[in-house]
């Protein structure tokens, strides 16, 4: 038998309002590269952060090398030889590499001070035993995002980590970056004798660097696989496919005109990488368009180029017929768009404000809420507001609490009442149901797919498989930026398309090929 | 829809951090050797005691309040307006010479123009930082605070040079304006002017714009969170500018009306750090309009009643005291509160890890 | 224009420039230190009030400069707690307290001023030594111009020293650093931001003490004065931000104000001194947007590198 690094006891962890982690039992050997797979929100990150001591769980335990966790703090995880690599970097980005590494455990002169020569030698000594090349002395925060990494894995590293958690290391990197990544955790896996857990949504990589592979979905640890005895579609659906629960929903009418058109879009990300490349896509009146992406393929650099909140570096957009490409938010709801944004609490809502207020942006300058002088006809916003939160089924303390504190999914369905009072031609949703309750869900779904058969044209995003089945009539996968893919829900399974969307078009371009012609 | 943040739990907490400041400020009377009831008597008794002194502090509550509510304004769209100080100064130096150059002229144009140019040198100087905040991402706290002291050199350089009074050699001051120019005094002897009615228009204004109007509306939105405001079609950059222009002319008027209502010329003493005090205010009002204006009064009888502490031999000074420690305990309120939960959380938390090792050991 | 000249770069002016320049220093050293904390500090003006006045009443009462220096130091210690407590533990506006901070030392030196050495302020209390080093006779124009300072300027240099190796010699300083930058790594690390903060602001807490007693028993014969700080704790600011919170260039950027403040006294026949005591504040303002413009250029350009790449 095989000796255990980590054992988690029936841990759960509750955050307010949320259950992220549920009752999950497992056990990771020594020397094994384990992935854990799982949609976003399943609980990955959460259950990782307990092993590294960042939040103390709610319920159950977890055993490093034998022993019982009794404080859960980074400090302690590191000194039982706990080393984690974070998804946003925990790097200075005005130190050096070695000031970095070392932080925390730093080499001393005379006791008091910094010992920057013995620091960069024991970085370079380091880089050099694991073949993670990068210069001592350089700045971090100039460096590429491919060497930041491999900063922090030094830094694992020289604080004496056994055990290395990486949070989705190749979220960010390139695929040539990918593969020196996966030539180091072999390196150490096989030489150190190191234990790796790898969290990742991309199949194709459980499949080239793990031992093991467990699927989280919703909290819940679903399954526990030897990587060698499940296959990429396997893996898709265990982590996409629960059964579709609902009932077919009803549609009526035929596409119409073009509504929305995008040529040779290119968009930018935060960091002024190339995030969508050359994209091209169009919408009609009456149908809904589903984008699946894995989370950061380009999918919300579009919608923001397309909603005017980010700039388009260069292609045009056309709304109605208007040119809508770079123009300001304000001039492209007027053009006749609405917008139903993926992250409800940074662009969705103010918090802080009520719901009345929350409901009524947007139609305040109307003359039946604005009066002469600016003055806010109360009663009749009162009155519109009502009325959408009885329309929408908003449940909470009323109109008149602030925002901030209704339940996630009543608060979106605060802006899914808000965009879809609007009645514009066409209405660009992203993640509507995400953190949303069952029901909430069906409704949400249900409004969408009236507002379709009313005739407005909808581009949806989302990164529930089931929720972009349901809703779409046509469905493209997105992948780094690119279309991989067109395809009608019933010409396709949901496995094949998980296959798409974690970027196998380049592998299999025959295949592709076959389905879209 | 609802009141926002005047409420019964604010009130509370701010009769709350008052009683503290008094308690604080008895025991240093008493540690030095003062009585302090008798000393509160007499702020008082010097506040309320005589109509020059109502009519004092009346004066100071308006500078204050209109201070304080300059600030609101700018920090209502989430810009700092630290710089009204300088843009109050200016204001109050170029509404002053625009005084003595126009001597002669009709009243009523006299005023309208030093308004008009007192304004627009305070917008001015606050147009400076608003567009570096929003164009170039500079923090507008420090650039306006560089921006106050080059106010400051720049008056002093006008006062004792090009504007200067030849009568007053050694202090810098500008010429004394014409009797005929001045706004009348409401109380004889006092500083309380005419000033005081726009002041109470401005400040019903400031208030029917922020709370009734959809222009507040907007503002507040995009306070609140700029990237839910512009995602909703609110032109921010533009209301974020226009935000901090208007609370610089209001601070250039500050200071018209320090000159034409209250001292009638141009000297240092126009402003001694009001505007830092009406910032104070407007943050521990939590950039409410009305609380603003209370606060103000309270502050200004302070003020004015405190300065009569001197003729009993009590150190004025004890009125900063008092004021600096309400402001520090309404600036703590809500940490002193996490941190009153967040140790009962801690403390349950062991609790709850100790029931379940003591289990599992057992 | 020779004759100007001379005027401007003479051992008085090297004289003034210095006296002037240290107090300023002083409370920007330990600005910095809070700067690098992530902590913006506005209440620096305050804190030098303070040490003004427990220096100088401390030497009154103790009948000593050194005691009233000792006095002030321990009173500029309380006041950084107190300061860190409403920030950092409280979790108050920084800018706010800073604010009230300034209020309240207004008001509690002027009140303790009054109380003890009566309506005119205090005056004639032990001073600390000024060095006549009888070597710099000998230095031909920088003898001149170091002559007769305060041993708190060698105090000063002294400390611009220490803390210079503290912020950029010592893990302590690497620490300070990463909790303004970014304190999760600290966290993540197993060191606590707070606690790096904490320090910060004890440390500017005994700077700015200095830095008062500067004012109040250094300069001058002993004295104090209602109010004595003179806005000097925004200079100091400025001073911070010019100098990147670095105090060696902290102290440079204070040399700098010091400068224009000796050259308008040089000037004053021909442009007003006021005038040129703004000089350097429009510089940093100049120098802040200039930071930012290239920091953001910066950026693009190692991103659009790096994607070719």
Known sequence: MEEIAVRFDHVSMEFPGVLANDDISLSIRKGEVFALVGENGAGKSTLMHLLYGMHTPTNGEIWVKGERLTEYSPKAAIQRGIGMVHQHFMLVPSFSVAQNVVMSKEPRKFKLFYDWKAAEEKTRALSQEYGLSVDPSAIVGELSVGLQQRVEILKALYRGAELLILDEPTAVLTPQETTELFSVIRRVVREKGMTVILITHKLYEVKAISDRVGIMRKGRLIAVKDTASVTERELASLMVGRPVLYEELERSGQPGEIRLAAKDLTVYDNRGLTAVKKLSLSLRAGEILGIAAIEGNGQSELLEALTGLRSCASGSIGICGQQAANCTPGEIRAMGLAHIPEDRLATGVSKDASVAENLLVGRHKAPEFRGALGYQKQSSIARYAEGLFEKFDIRGAGIAVSAGSLSGGNLQKVVVARECSFDTPVLIISQPTRGVDVGAIEFIHKQIMDKRNEGTAILLCSADLDEVFRLSDRIITLYEGEITGEFTPNTIEKEELGYYMTGNRRKEAGAHEAITH | MKRSHINTPYLLSLSLSILCALIIGALILLVAGFNPIEAYGAIVEGAFGNGRHIGDFLEYAMVLCLCGLACVLAARVGIFNVGGEGQLILGAIVACQVGVWMKGQASWLVLLCAAIAAMAVGGIYAFLPGILKVKVKVNEVITTIMLNTVAVCLCQYLAKGPWKNPNKNMVAATDKLDAEYWLSSLIPGSKLSTAIFTAIILTLLVWYVMTKTSGGYEMKLTGQNPRFAFFSGIKTDRLILLCMVISGAMCGLVGMFRVYGAEHIYKSSISNDYYFEGLMIAMIAAYEPLPVVGLSVFFAILKIGADELQYIGIPSQIYQIIQAVVIFSMAAQSGILSWLKDRGQKKQARLAAQVRGGGKDA | ?309
């Open chain 3, 1 to 309: 224009m020779h004759d100007l000249l001379s005027r401007i770069f003479s051992a008085a002016t090297l004289n003034e420039t210095l006296r002037t320049a240290t107090p300023v220093a002083l409370a920007a050293i330990g600005g910095a230190m809070t700067e690098h904390a992530g902590i913006m500090n506005i209440g620096m003006d305050g804190m030098i009030l303070m040490g003004a006045f427990f220096g100088a009443y401390g030497s009154f009462l103790l009948g000593g400069g050194w005691l009233g220096l000792g006095l002030a130091v321990a009173i500029g210690i309380l006041v950084g707690l107190l300061f860190a407590l409403f920030v950092v533990k409280l979790k108050a506006d920084e800018f706010i307290i800073g604010c009230a901070l300034n209020t309240f030392a207004i008001g509690l030196t002027g009140f303790l001023s009054d109380s003890v050495f009566g309506y005119n302020g205090g005056k004639g209390m032990a001073a600390l030594p000024k060095l006549r080093l009888s070597f710099l006779d000998h230095i031909p124009f920088l003898g001149k111009g170091l002559q007769g300072l305060s041993v708190l300027f060698y105090i000063t240099l002294l400390l611009v020293l220490v803390l210079w190796l503290f912020v950029y010699r010592t893990p302590y300083g690497l620490h300070l650093r990463a909790a303004g930058e970014k304190p999760e790594t600290l966290r993540t690390a197993g060191i606590s931001p707070e606690k790096m903060k904490w320090i910060a602001s004890i440390l500017c807490g005994i700077t700015c003490a200095i830095a008062g007693v500067y004012l109040s028993l250094g300069d001058l014969e002993g004295n104090f004065a209602k109010n004595m700080s003179n806005s000097r704790g925004y200079v100091a600011f400025a001073c911070v931000i010019f100098g990147s919170a670095n105090p060696a260039k902290a102290y440079l950027a204070a040399l700098m104000f010091g400068f224009f403040g000796a050259l308008g006294t040089c000037l004053q026949a021909y442009i007003s001194p006021d005038l040129t005591a703004a000089i350097p504040y429009i510089i940093t303002i100049i120098m802040m947007v200039y930071v930012v413009l290239r920091s953001q250029r910066r950026r693009r350009l190692s991103h659009r590198k790096e994607q070719v790449a």
